[in-house]
Every structure is written in C-alpha cells, then in structure tokens.
C-alpha cells in the first residue's frame, strides 16, 4: 500500500515539476498553452507507464485487480493534490480544471487495468506451456 501512494504521488509530482520548466520567473508560460499542455501530457504518460512498471514488477497475481486499485487510487491522487495545489495556483474552478486537465486522469486506471489485464493473459499463457 505504502508503495502504491508513493509511486501515485511521484506519477502527479513528476508532471508538476517539469512544468516549472514552462515558465519565466513571474509566472509567464514561455510556450503556448496547447504545447504546454500536450507536452506535461506526454510527460505524464512516459513517466506514468514507468512508474505502472515499477510497480507491477513486485505484483506476483491478481494482475487486473492490482491494475484496478492502483488505477483508481493514481487517480483519486491526482485528482486530490490537484485541487490543494493546482487549482490554487491557476486560481480556477474545479470545472475549469476539469474540463482543460483533470479529465486527462482517466487514462491512469484505463492504462494500469489494461497492464493488469496483458499481465494476466500473459502468465496465463506461461501457465498452459
């Protein structure tokens, strides 16, 4: 449990702090928004899969539950230090947000569910040999 937090917490803080790489010191974004966004999108996708990756590594059964859990609790995470740190800072809505990033979240459990579910076709295959 103590792993899945810590890696759901570096899958939201990885994203947020190469973002700061954005912007100029007075919190003028260098970039256009869409490049921003598309690329902090990337970021989280790339850095997002590792860490699934990390943490299916030490996962020994129940691949599309743990892909389940880990999925939605990657979610609630984001979703959470988003609204404490995040929408603060953007000084938005929750349904701005929602709407322009946090809508985004749904490819985390769509991603760990469909690792879960490879994994398990996987061993089911290394099991029928």
Same mark, same amino acid.
């Not at 985004?104 to 061993?123: D, H, N, T, W």
């Given at each position: 449990?103590?792993r899945?937090?810590l890696?759901?917490?570096?899958?939201?803080?990885?994203?947020?702090?190469?973002?700061?790489?954005?912007y100029? $010191?007075?919190?003028?974004l260098v970039? $256009?928004?869409a490049?921003? +966004?598309?690329t902090?999108?990337?970021?989280? %996708?790339?850095?997002g899969c590792?860490?699934l990756? +990390?943490?299916f590594?030490?996962?020994?059964?129940?691949f599309?539950?743990?892909?389940?859990?880990?999925?939605?609790s990657?979610?609630?995470?984001n979703?959470?230090l988003d %609204?404490?740190?995040?929408? $603060?800072?953007m +000084?938005s809505?929750f349904?701005?947000y929602?709407?322009?990033?946090g809508?985004?979240?749904?490819s985390?459990?769509?991603?760990?569910?469909?690792?879960?579910?490879?994994?398990k076709?996987k061993s089911?295959?290394h099991?029928?040999?």
């Amino acid at each position: 449990m103590t792993r899945n937090l810590l890696l759901g917490f570096l899958s939201w803080l990885i994203p947020f702090a190469v973002s700061f790489l954005f912007y100029k $010191p007075g919190g003028e974004l260098v970039v $256009p928004y869409a490049t921003f +966004k598309s690329t902090i999108m990337v970021v989280g %996708v790339i850095s997002g899969c590792y860490l699934l990756i +990390k943490y299916f590594k030490i996962t020994e059964g129940d691949f599309i539950k743990n892909g389940i859990i880990v999925g939605l609790s990657w979610f609630a995470i984001n979703i959470i230090l988003d %609204v404490v740190i995040l929408i $603060p800072i953007m +000084k938005s809505t929750f349904t701005d947000y929602f709407i322009s990033i946090g809508i985004a979240y749904f490819s985390i459990p769509a991603i760990s569910i469909a690792m879960g579910y490879l994994l398990k076709v996987k061993s089911n295959i290394h099991a029928n040999k």
